[in-house]
């Protein structure tokens, strides 16, 4: 009809259907494999450096009450006590190694001085614990920071440093894959570690600690070439561009 032909426009132009095209956002992408995650640079690394240094940690938590009793010869209830201190030294290395790393951006090299420093410690722990009560809890101060520290950095900040590396694209969703892998890896430690103390403290306590020292030099050994990495990088990058992601 006429009224009809005034609604429709005399020109009419057909336009063909565009396809519509779904881009995945970040939140979308799918989750990385188990050897993708071990591809990430720096996950084995420091998956096998926690291992050492969970071992020391967990044998300290452990055999440490009645390690005191020994040496100090104290009683089951003031070696608990004291043995707290371990834990209490782990606190203050934690936050040290924290900060540390943030300031330098370099957190495999803070993670290997503190483990060098380790060893030697726990040495002289070994030694000064038959001296009092005083030697006793100074060096159980230092040697719970020196061993916690690094512990605690991996399973924290490196771990959220591997979990968003660059090689992922922006993919989000590896990090709970590189904490399990990270953390599982150092759990392994932590079983071995009480173990292998009650084995050879049978010989001795001597063994026990040098099982401890070698532990610890296995798990600085394992950090050497991206140490290498980070200080042979000429750029000093502030807290939000963390060396990590450049190995």
């Given amino acids: 009809s006429y009224d009809m032909e005034l609604l429709l426009p005399q020109d009419s132009v057909y336009v063909p259907a565009q396809p519509v095209v ?20 720096g996950v084995v690394e420091f998956s096998l450096c926690l291992l050492f240094a969970k071992l020391v940690s967990y044998t300290f938590l452990f055999w440490l009450p009645l390690y005191i009793t ?17 834990d209490v030294g782990g606190i203050v290395g934690g936050i040290l190694a924290g900060v540390i790393s943030d300031k330098l951006g370099k957190r495999a090299t803070t993670c290997a001085v503190m483990l060098l420093l380790a060893a030697p410690t726990l040495y002289g722990f070994s030694m000064i614990s038959q001296f009092g009560l005083g030697p006793t809890v100074g060096m159980l101060l230092v040697c719970g920071g020196l061993v916690n520290g690094p512990y605690a ?47 050879l403290s049978a010989g001795g306590w001597d063994r026990v600690f040098y099982m401890l020292m070698t532990a610890d030099f296995l798990a600085l050994l394992l950090l050497l070439r991206l140490v290498t990495k ?18």
């Fill in 22 to 41: 779904v881009v995945k956002s970040e939140s979308e992408l799918s989750a990385i494999s188990f050897m993708g995650a071990l591809r990430i640079p």
């Fill in 230 to 247: 980070e200080l042979s990088s000429s750029k000093s990058h502030p807290v939000s561009a963390i060396e990590l992601k450049e190995h």
């Fill in 153 to 199: 950095l991996i399973t924290t900040a490196v771990s959220a440093d591997l979990g968003t590396h660059k090689s992922l694209k922006g993919n989000a969703r590896a990090l709970s894959t590189v904490t399990a892998i990270i953390d599982g890896t150092g759990s392994v430690g932590a079983a071995l570690g009480p173990l292998l103390a009650g084995l």
């Fill in 70 to 86: 020994k040496a100090a010869h104290l009683d089951a209830k003031k070696a608990g006590d004291l043995s707290t201190l371990f």
